[in-house]
């Protein structure tokens, strides 16, 4: 079987066992999943309830890896997330490996500890490896991250620093179920028999699957406007949409771009292509740029929203730098 | 990828021909407004106009040449083909799986397909709306013309058209001066009144033919033959002038309508003291005209004779009388004619002193070899065939008055003896044979 319908296969087996235990949220199951084929980590974001732990947990049961939670509290020190070392009956010093050591980690809640803490995950995000003492622990491949994080709940909770929401691959937001997947969860939840998720792939076969994807080839004009679409997002140049000059302080990194391509290359498998179209970028944009983009205070202060700013930019910004002549 | 290649270049090759084509229509309606502007405002557009646009084709043709790359990005976005074409056309020579998988999917994906369906000739969009100008400009002048202008040539046109003729008419007076000053008079009045608007281009046609045809009539002593030449093609360019330009059908109208008098004088019926061709009754030029109205009435009349023994040639209604006999100045009598006999003119003992002999027509040999007629539409002085005399007179002494008359006539008299005069060779020097003869003559033209 060729990669890309081997690939196919898996995706839609993934999402039809994600899919027995979370209702609805098809589209963010389907963006977690190309985030983990992409090597990204998540960040979830939603009000109380709306599954995002229970969304994890069942990512962490599909998959055959190892998975540990941590709850973030404005107590925890990174050493409780990274490990540390202790001194055995020998009197030697042992690493104690944290629960970072994991193949899935839910960092339930991560805007409530602190900073310190908070950026104690910078390394293990961005070099999959943590030091401590001096010494570099690699952590086991794959690595994937999943954070959540409440957005109402402001009080006493530490907001991600821009380089901490940089690592993220993506950002997706859960909304408030429509009537008739609230329906299906209380069928699904409230009967004796909760649905459980079966595995369905491990570890080595995410990895194999990561390389394939990085070959997918994608065309100069479709690389051409992922990077026409990042630096539309800085208010600094001239080119960008007036509405991003106006309302954003800081544009996307690089890794934004990164993201993009990424991304769409995984998209492009799922739609069963091994080439990267101008729509594949743009389905990623708004989960690759929205933590990405930080508005200014005006545009704060007029409650925008960065996925406003992203959808501008969208329809700002064509395909094609220079249509050719058409008849 | 060979298959790939080929399909982009035949691919190619259709969307530039149909792009030539577009551009070259484009062109072409561009052209065609400017020809439309022209057919209102003469603006002596040319033809080798029309080869700009199959230049300017070529020109945008190798100017925005459309290479591989763009034909790609064009059949991706048409057949909905999500970049393939110009992926696999960017990764061709890699070896990679994905990308050999990519573009033979590709090629089989364009294989099935017909060019001429997938392109058919097709217009751009905005040709569409470009096909709308000729017409709606074509419109809108003619409703700018009908509403400013209706039932005229453009004043542009106009003025142009005029004021060449205008300038060469001028050329053609000069010309015509030392040859013939008394043609180069009556231009300077044809320009004048066609500046005025008070001519139309077929009189001024009419009259140029006229003048023409005396030039034509000159005989050859008088006239260089070169000037002659140069005079008749200066001509025949102006006549071409005026029919081409024209003048507006209001100034046609408006001179028809100063022409009915004249037309109806011509029968006998009118020509009461107004001048034909111009509104200014005769009197107001008496000065100018009654000399040559007086020949007239000698012409016509057949006697140049008055009860008063006054001068005719003041009389108005002799004068329109001679000016409405149609010019046939042949002696007989014309309404006119007996207009002035009615009046009693025909004074038995009224002769005309020096012969009697006075020119018909010029048709008749006389004494003085001199005759004038008359352009009946211009009013004007009309030369028949003789020599005019310069003084422009000659004396005519009527029997019975005992006065002397010196019309003055610029070019000579018209008129001719006619058979009211009951003896004229009474006191001549001749033969009485010869006398008898004339009388007998005389007699039997009075028995007709």
Known sequence: MEFREEFKTIFDRLRAEISKVIVGYEDIIEQVIIALFSGGHVLLEGLPGLGKTLMVKTLADVLDLTFSRIQFTPDLMPSDIIGTNIMERDRAFRFQPGPVFAQIVLADEINRATPKTQSALLEAMQEHSVTVSGTIHKLKEPFFVMATQNPIEMEGTYPLPEAQLDRFFFKLKLNFPDREELMSIIDRTTNPETPRAEKVLNGEAIETSKIEIRGVPVATPVKDYAVRLILATHPELETSPSMVRRYVRYGASPRGVQSLILGAKVKSLIEGRYNVSFSDVRYVTRPALRHRIILNFEGEAEGLDTDMIIDNILEEVPELENEPVKP | ?448
């Open chain 2, 1 to 448: 990828m060979r298959e790939l290649n080929k399909f982009i270049s035949r691919v190619r090759l259709k969307i530039r021909s149909v792009l030539f084509f577009n551009w070259l229509l484009e062109l072409y309606i561009y052209l065609s407004a400017i020809y439309i502007v022209n057919y209102f405002f003469h603006l002596d557009v040319s033809y080798y106009y029309l080869l700009i646009p199959v230049f300017f084709a070529i020109f945008l043709s190798l100017v925005r040449p459309i290479d591989n790359r763009d034909v790609a990005i064009i059949i991706d976005k048409d057949l909905g083909l999500d970049e393939r074409v110009i992926t696999s056309l960017e990764f061709n020579g890699l070896d990679s799986p994905i990308v050999k998988r990519l573009i033979s999917e590709t090629v089989d994906m364009l294989r099935n397909l017909n060019i001429k369906n997938v392109y058919p000739f097709r217009f751009r969009k905005r040709l569409k709306y470009l096909l709308l100008i000729p017409p709606l400009l074509f419109l809108s002048l003619s409703l700018y013309q009908n509403v400013f202008y209706p039932g005229e040539v453009s004043p542009q046109v106009e003025e142009s058209g005029v004021s060449r003729i205008s300038m060469d008419l001028i050329t053609l007076q000069q010309k015509l001066v030392p040859e013939r000053p008394d043609l180069a008079k009556r231009l300077e009045v044809l320009r004048k009144e066609m500046e005025e608007k008070r001519i139309t281009s077929k009189e001024g046609i009419n009259i140029l033919e006229e003048i023409t045809k005396e030039i034509d009539n000159t005989p050859a002593g008088n006239m260089d033959s070169n000037a002659r030449a140069d005079i008749k093609k200066t001509l025949e360019l102006v006549m071409e002038g005026m029919n081409d330009k024209g003048m507006s059908p209001a100034t046609d109208n408006e001179n028809s309508r100063k022409e009915e008098p004249q037309d109806s004088s011509g029968e006998g019926t009118g020509g009461k003291g107004m001048e034909a061709g111009g509104d200014k009754p005769v009197d107001e030029e008496g000065g100018k005209t009654s000399p040559s109205y007086t020949g007239e009435e000698e012409d016509t009349s057949g006697a140049m004779s008055n009860e008063q023994g006054e001068q005719t040639g003041i009389n108005e209604e002799e004068k329109s009388g001679a000016d409405s006999a149609g010019g046939p100045v042949d002696g007989s009598a014309g309404d006119s004619g007996e207009e002035v006999e009615k009046e009693g003119t025909l004074a038995g003992s009224d002769t005309v002193e020096e012969g009697g002999t006075l020119p018909g027509k010029g048709e008749r040999d006389n004494k003085l070899g001199e005759e004038t007629g008359r352009n009946q539409v211009q009013n004007i002085l009309e030369y028949v065939p003789g020599i005019a005399k310069e003084e422009g007179g000659i004396k005519l002494k009527i029997k019975g008055s005992g006065k002397e008359t010196s019309p003055a006539v610029e070019g000579g008299t018209q008129g001719a003896p006619v058979k009211s005069v009951e003896d004229p060779v009474e006191g001549e020097s001749i033969p009485y044979e010869y006398k008898e003869m004339i009388r007998i003559y005389f007699e039997r033209l009075k028995g007709e």
